[in-house]
């Protein structure tokens, strides 16, 4: 059984950095994307980022590029998403996701989440 634990949400004023993590357990995630992924009030989920397990290949949704980063340490089967220049648009319940392949569109080919952990982006 995959599980994907999120942490490191919070408060935080516009302008304001923050560090997602996501511990993955229960497989071997040698050949899996991890993603993460947001949910504003009122709105659909949105794709955030995804990295190939070795870290040879990311992937950023237009309005995170240049803010955002997506990072993977092997060792500790753990994802980090570094954001920067945060804005009150930001705010969002944040969700780890794992897949065998990363595609565009629809469920960007993720079959594991998480339960989410909530930034808030106070201006």
């Known amino acids: 059984q995959v599980q994907l634990v999120e942490s490191g949400g919070g408060l935080v004023q516009a302008g304001g950095s923050l560090r997602l993590s996501c511990v993955a357990s229960?497989?071997?995630?040698?050949?899996?994307?991890m993603g993460w992924f947001r949910q504003a009030p009122g709105k659909e989920r949105e794709f955030v980022a995804a990295i190939t397990w070795t870290g040879g290949r990311t992937f950023y949704a237009d309005s995170v590029k240049g803010r955002f980063t997506i990072s993977i340490d092997n060792a500790k089967n753990t994802v980090y998403l570094q954001m920067n220049s945060l804005k009150p648009e930001d705010t969002a319940v944040y969700s780890c996701a794992a897949g065998v392949r990363f595609f565009w569109g629809g469920s960007y080919g993720m079959d594991y989440w998480g339960k989410g952990t909530l930034v808030t982006v106070s201006s």
């Open positions: 229960g497989r071997t995630f040698s050949t899996y994307v």
